[in-house]
């Protein structure tokens, strides 16, 4: 976690923590589910960009600004999560496959996902994410991670409420069977 710093004409490294009135254990365990959330933001933008394109079916006009719309915002809030780790003194996971394999949403891609498959991807999210909230307040007693975690959570119930607003309210089961739900 420490950064290491070398100057050009001197073997001399220092390293540089933040002293901002939290101990390193608490850092690096914020910096842990940061990491997680970064992972989790990865898995949601690639399955966003995937399905923004490779729609198909009667929807695609409404959808495809949506998908493009919330894809912008995913990577928006992934640079904020990143700058945070590194305001604690941590390092941001970078490689896909490091963030695929911490990743707590899943990752394959077996199929184009839809918006359904979008959606219970943004509510598990958000069901960590209100869990991490707590851990970063509580337990770290960590608020300017609180803070981003909050306003990230909103930013991601109201991705979910757009997009169960575009699903419709038939959903198909099995071959040629429908069951509506609206009364």
Known sequence: MPQTISYEHKNLQVTFQPNIGLDAAARQSVVEILNHLLADEAVLSLKTRRANGHSSGENVPELQPL???QYKQINAITREIGERIQILGGSPLSGPKELLDTARLDGKLTMVPGSINILADQEAFIRCLRDDIRKCSEEYEDEGTFELLVGVMRL?????WLLR???KPEIIHGVGQRQNFAR
């Open 67 to 69: 998908y493009n719309a």
């Open 165 to 167: 607003s575009h699903i």
């Open 156 to 160: 991601h119930e109201r991705m979910a």
